[in-house]
């Protein structure tokens, strides 16, 4: 039984600039459905797309977007649970490297 949402969606844009040293968090949430446990345990895996009806879509950009992350120090992370909407956790360096000027290319 398919059933029909009678409230309003809700997105949640947030940054913090200093979560920890040297470190800004930027966060996505929303009051969607949530994701099963399953779907968050491949959330970042190549080519895992969540919604399979939709052949145009290559479940590329979370696992493109964790990688580039974390190949500048960063991190980014999902919480989510059933029927109380989803949240996504991007903790990036507040600055280069050491030994990388913030113009190199990654």
Known sequence: RAETR???GRIVLAADPMV???QVRLSVA???????E????????????VLSNR???????????????RR??????VESKVGTGTRFVLNLPA???PGRDQNDEP
Do not use: V
């Open 30 to 36: 929303d009051n969607s459905d949530g994701l099963p």
């Open 6 to 8: 009678t409230d309003p």
């Open 20 to 22: 920890g040293p040297d």
């Open 95 to 97: 600055a280069a490297p």
């Open 72 to 77: 500048i120090g960063g991190e980014l992370d």
């Open 38 to 49: 399953e779907t968050r345990q491949h959330i970042f895996d190549p080519f895992f797309a």
């Open 55 to 69: 052949p145009d879509l290559q479940g590329l950009d979370l696992a493109l977007a964790y990688q580039m992350a």
